[in-house]
């Protein structure tokens, strides 16, 4: 039973303009939430964080906003560029509560191309 | 550079061989973690470790083994590979278990 889901397999953008993820999780205990950008032949980066006490977190051309309401949280890339084509994952923990302190639930991914 | 290392790169195994990935971390984190990849499954965990001397089961643990006798270094071994465990396999460390993680290059796997 998948805890966190990408529903969007993949995504198609052209440069320049927004590129909106979507992640959707079940678990309640869940109160950090991350996202990880793949390319291919190398390990996920770290991109964002977000943690249950904020509604929006943003770092440059990245935002993270999460809807604690609706078990939802969406990853907002403006403007997007060519160079974020890759795999995006979303994962989720619980830090301080439940019996798995800090293990990473991971959405399957979202392929996102930028083309120009 | 600081950062996770795994080796090899790339094996193809026969099945029924037996297997050790290796991880190596310089970074100092308490906590390290075996995650595969799978086309359409993202990334599972398989075992984990918060600290040097102990260790955990993930999501997928069945077939394979871990050790933790240092803070640097958690291999993950395959004792009798199926072909079922043709996958990338992903080391992760994170400073203690509630701190983003930092993935290492990955090591593709085919058994045969």
């Known amino acids: 039973d998948q805890q966190v889901k990408q529903n969007s397999p993949s995504l198609s953008v052209q440069e320049g303009r927004i590129s909106i993820l979507n992640c959707d999780y079940t678990n309640s205990m869940f109160d950090y939430f991350l996202w990880y950008k793949k390319y291919p032949a190398e390990g996920p980066t770290f991109l964002i964080s977000?943690?249950?006490?904020?509604d929006k977190n943003e770092d440059g051309r990245f935002t993270v906003f999460l809807n604690k309401s609706a078990k939802h949280l969406s990853l907002h890339i403006v403007p997007s560029q060519p160079g974020d084509s890759a795999v995006y994952f979303c994962?989720?923990?619980?830090?301080?509560?439940?019996?798995?302190?800090?293990?990473?639930?991971f959405g399957r991914g979202t392929q996102l191309t930028v083309w120009p | 550079i600081a950062g996770i290392t795994q080796a090899p790169t790339s094996q193809i195994l026969a099945a029924g061989r037996r297997m050790t990935l290796r991880c190596t971390q310089d970074m100092r984190h308490n906590a390290m973690y075996w995650y595969r990849q799978d086309l359409g499954l993202g990334l599972r965990l398989i075992h984990y470790?918060?600290?040097?001397?102990?260790?955990g089961k993930g999501e997928v643990p069945d077939g394979y083994s871990v050790s933790r006798a240092n803070t640097d270094d958690f291999p993950l071994t395959l004792a009798s590979a199926v072909p079922s465990q043709t996958s990338v396999y992903f080391c992760?460390?994170?400073?203690?278990?509630?701190?983003?993680?930092?993935f290492g290059p990955g090591t593709r796997l085919t058994v045969l």
């Open positions: 994962a989720a923990s619980a830090r301080w509560r439940g019996s798995t302190l800090g293990r990473l639930y």
């Open positions: 977000i943690s249950s006490i904020k």
């Open positions: 470790s918060n600290t040097a001397g102990t260790t």
């Open positions: 992760a460390s994170s400073a203690d278990s509630y701190n983003e993680q930092f």
